[in-house]
């Protein structure tokens, strides 16, 4: 078809199939659990080893590492998920993710003499879990509720990484060593791991449908041949190239505050706002409005950062967030269109189940790629940190964002096969 996706008419399926059944409701409430884990065991992790090592290139070799078993983990766990269970590495990367919370606890001050073991433990439990989790939101969502499942777990992920941080921030300054004070916060991320583990048993199996053997390489060959995978592809390496930002901006935030507790109560402000405007975006807009929300969210993005490049004082930290916040929902689209990519792949039920489980290692690679990428340009420049270095970067940040949102507005329409429409 010649009308672009962005502003096409949603697909006419039957109300009922809008709607959340059993499973993805179970589902939902697992991701809970795992948002509230993941906010407990990683917001204040960078913060913690640079407070151990007062040293960007640990951090950014703790971050590549793991980011690197991460992306790796997903060949295994997709060969696993597509020819044998879907949970499989949802739990194994649970129960590793507890163990690598339990050595950081007993490693403590020694943990930099082991950060690459560390780093590797924890890319493989992140990857794992987290490989399983995006494709069961295949499995149990379709293109016509994907928004509104989107807007759903951003609006949770908001509640999540909106109070859990202010009250890790609070243990942490309570009373206490750096390291007693940090442990308080990493056994709750122990228990809500195990949350997550005994919840994943209460969502339905989905009925098999597709009994093909995992074969990334050939697959990815056939999928990149599509002009729509190919875009999705590099928009998701474009978007990630920005993932450094959140660590830039929480090192500045403590490092102008000296305290844990600022930088949890910038989180709680923002975070809660963002979950508000997700509310929003989910209540009123829908597939037709795509394009529109993703050219004005990455105008806005750049437009932002300029209050960064002028000013980095706590101040203009917190009013760059809140503002931040508010617009965050026009960035909403982006994850719905990159999966759809793969739904519009194929008229043809089985070809397009087929690859799904290749589709999101495809998915992963790019987005790991453009993440390094980001790293790389952190620690390029972490011997030679100034205002306006640090603001030329965000700028650079903000751009590859404005950029990556022009970009996926490029994905032309096509019939939904009907695995899809159906699920």
Known sequence: MDNNVLNSPAIDIPSSGRAFGRPLKAFIFTKLFAYTQSAFAQFLINIYFWRITKNIPFLVLYNVIFLLFHTLTYLPAGKIAKERNRFLPLRFGVILQIAYLLL?????????????????IGGIAHGAYWFSDNLLKFDLTHPENRLKFTATCNIM????????????????????????SYA????????????????????????KIDSSPFNFFVSARKLLRNRNIRIACFSSAFRYISSALPILIGLLLFISSGTELYLGGYQFITVLIVMITNYIMGRYFSRKNYRALLIWGGITNFVLVFILFISQSYTAILLYG?????????????????????SMYSTEEKECVAHRAEYMVLIEIFTSAGAILGFGVLLLISNFLNKW??????????????????????IKDGLYSRIDQLN
């Open 157 to 180: 992920q908001s509640a999540a990484n909106s109070v859990v941080p202010l009250l890790a921030s609070i243990l942490v300054v309570a009373d206490g060593g750096i390291f007693s």
């Open 389 to 410: 270095l640090i603001g030329g970067i965000i700028a650079l940040f903000a751009l590859t964002d404005l950029f990556t949102n022009i970009y996926l507005t490029k």
């Open 104 to 120: 950081i606890i007993f490693l403590r001050g020694n943990i930099v003499h082991y950060i690459i073991p560390i780093a590797i």
């Open 184 to 207: 308080r916060v990493f056994i709750l991320a122990i228990i809500f791991a195990g949350l997550v583990l005994a919840s994943s048993f209460y969502i339905p199996a989905k009925k």
């Open 322 to 342: 809140i503002l931040g916040a508010l617009f965050s929902f026009l960035n909403a689209p982006t994850y719905p269109i990159i999966q759809n990519a793969l």
